[in-house]
């Protein structure tokens, strides 16, 4: 996907993330004498060395320098494909002319790398953003609201209970509560009625060295696989949700809201084949009963991706209505 951002020299640099780990930064574009303060333009860290692997992050946001609340934005793609960069421009323009700066994470994908050491390193790219934000790009570290997508939405709502300090607001479109319930550990019916995956082509597509980014296109077979034949929690967890059913419940946030979660908003299509509509509506039902500020979005014949289009007249009063809470909590 084009974006309307521009290039500026790369230049590297280092900084010190927490605990001593040292790390580079790598800025793609910096704010140069005379660049339009009315041009978004992106920075491109390193907030996290593993081994030989750089997990980066995308900062957008105007030239400006003017110190603002930070949207924090997680990626979908079941915690197995997907990268920083896949992320609406137009959403990313809105957000930016509201007011926000936007930081787009990497963070370790399964199989190769599982759920706890996934949820590690998003609560390590919050920290970094909490701690070296207000020098690098003027962010403001006490206005963080958590954002995101399909498995972005469920990550944005591990947050919830998660991350300290807790997040200021928390937006899940499409995600869910809960990993280990039917719709992802049993065979899926949807999916089920198209052709079958090979187990020997899906497991040629993931390999055992950690990456933090991987196309749609090549992983998506294997991904197809798991839902078919009910593998994806024991393929990104490392375990087996019927022999150990306790174990998955410190990353299921439908088991651990309390009245301490974040004012939430749920955003969700009546019609998705991908995570069902329950999901929200469970995670609702439970944010509820915690007395949380919260709201679900209910988006009619709605599926998986529905916001992809922001020419529809739905997804712009939905989008709308994201700015407006945003506002009411970071503003």
């Known amino acids: 996907m084009r974006q309307s951002y521009s290039s500026l020299a790369v230049r590297p640099g280092s900084c010190r993330l927490f605990g001593g780990l040292v790390l580079t930064v790598l800025l793609l574009c ?16 390193t907030y996290k060395q593993v081994g030989n692997l750089s997990i980066q992050a995308d900062v ?12 924090f934005w997680i990626h979908g793609g079941a915690l ?8 609406n421009a137009e959403q990313v323009r809105r957000y ?3 007011g926000y700066i936007l930081v787009s994470i990497d963070h370790r994908l399964a199989p190769e790398t599982k759920l706890p050491a996934i949820l590690d390193d998003v609560q390590d790219a919050y920290r970094w953003v909490r701690e070296k934000g207000p020098a690098l790009f003027q962010a403001d570290p006490d206005r963080i609201a958590v954002m995101g997508k399909s498995a ?25 509560g809960d990993v280990v319930g039917p719709w992802s550990s049993r065979p899926d019916p949807f999916y089920s009625k198209q052709p079958p995956v090979d187990r020997e082509k899906a497991y040629s597509l993931v390999g055992t060295e950690p990456i933090s980014q991987a196309a749609y296109e090549n992983r998506w077979p294997y991904y197809l696989y798991c839902r078919q034949n009910g ?15 306790r174990a ?12 301490d979660y974040p004012p939430t908003l749920l955003l969700h299509g009546d019609k998705d084949t991908d995570v069902p509509f ?17 709201q679900l979005i209910r988006i009619p014949g709605g599926g998986h991706n529905f916001d992809a289009n922001m020419k529809d007249p739905g997804t712009i009063r939905a989008f709308e209505q994201v700015l407006s809470f945003l506002k009411e909590h970071l503003r």
Not at 81 to 86: L, N, T, V
Not at 160 to 166: A, H, L, Q, V
């Open 60 to 71: 957008h946001r105007f030239p400006d320098g003017l110190v603002k609340p930070v949207i």
């Open 248 to 259: 998955f419940q410190p990353y299921c946030p439908l088991q651990t809201v309390s009245k």
């Open 278 to 294: 329950e999901q929200s509506v469970l995670m609702n039902q439970a944010l509820e009963r915690e007395g949380v500020p919260h």
């Open 231 to 245: 593998l994806w929690p024991r393929e990104v967890v490392g375990l087996d949700p019927d022999k150990e059913p």
């Open 152 to 176: 972005g939405g469920y990550v944005t709502l591990t947050a919830g209970y998660r991350f300290t300090p807790r997040p200021r607001a928390l937006v899940s479109f499409y995600g869910y």
């Open 96 to 98: 930016l002319e509201a």
């Open 30 to 45: 910096a704010y140069a004498p005379g660049t339009d303060a009315q041009t978004p333009q992106k920075q491109t860290f």
């Open 80 to 87: 197995i494909f997907g990268d920083r960069e896949r992320i």
